[in-house]
């Protein structure tokens, strides 16, 4: 299949396809310097990477699972990290959207006087500030039980 009807299949523009050869995502068969041909399980290996982006993966943790003949070598340590990210970065947004509708909806005359939105501003301000200390995200808090 040449690179064109690869695009065409994929979704996937031929530039990118030019790219993740040259990183060694993917491989091209048949001689250089004629138009770029590939086998059909390239297709395969575009939804993986697409697969892996969605995920948050990086290009280069996509590369360490997945060779350019189309072997596939699942990082199973680093799917559950990412699947740990996702679940605190859910946690971070419910939070998030539990305090946007309570301002929207406070009785308070002002959210100036109200303890509950007071206590949004005071955790929204100390996480971003251990953010900006660490350098990186930090995991919701736990509820109590």
């Known amino acids: 299949m040449d690179i064109a009807e690869v695009a065409k299949r994929s ?7 030019r790219y993740y050869e040259k990183v060694g995502l993917i491989a091209s068969i048949g001689p250089q310097g004629v138009r770029r041909q590939f086998a059909p399980t390239v297709l395969d290996q575009l939804a993986l990477i697409a697969l892996g982006q969605a995920a948050g993966l990086s290009l280069d943790e996509v590369h360490t699972m997945l060779s350019p003949r ?3 070598n699942i990082d199973r340590q680093l799917l559950v990290a990412k699947a740990d990210d996702v679940d ?11 305090g946007l509708r309570h301002a ?13 939105f007071q206590g949004l501003l005071k955790s ?12 990186r995200k930090l995991a919701p808090k736990r509820p109590r039980p």
Not at 124 to 135: E, I, K
Request: glycine share 10%; aromatic share 0%.
């Open 11 to 17: 979704g996937v523009p031929a530039s990118t396809l």
């Open 70 to 72: 189309g072997g596939v």
């Open 88 to 98: 605190a970065t859910i946690r971070q947004l419910k939070a998030v959207s539990r």
């Open 124 to 135: 929204a301000a100390s996480g971003a500030l251990d953010r900006q200390r660490l350098g």
């Open 104 to 116: 929207a909806a406070c009785p308070a005359p002002s959210h100036a006087e109200c303890p509950t």
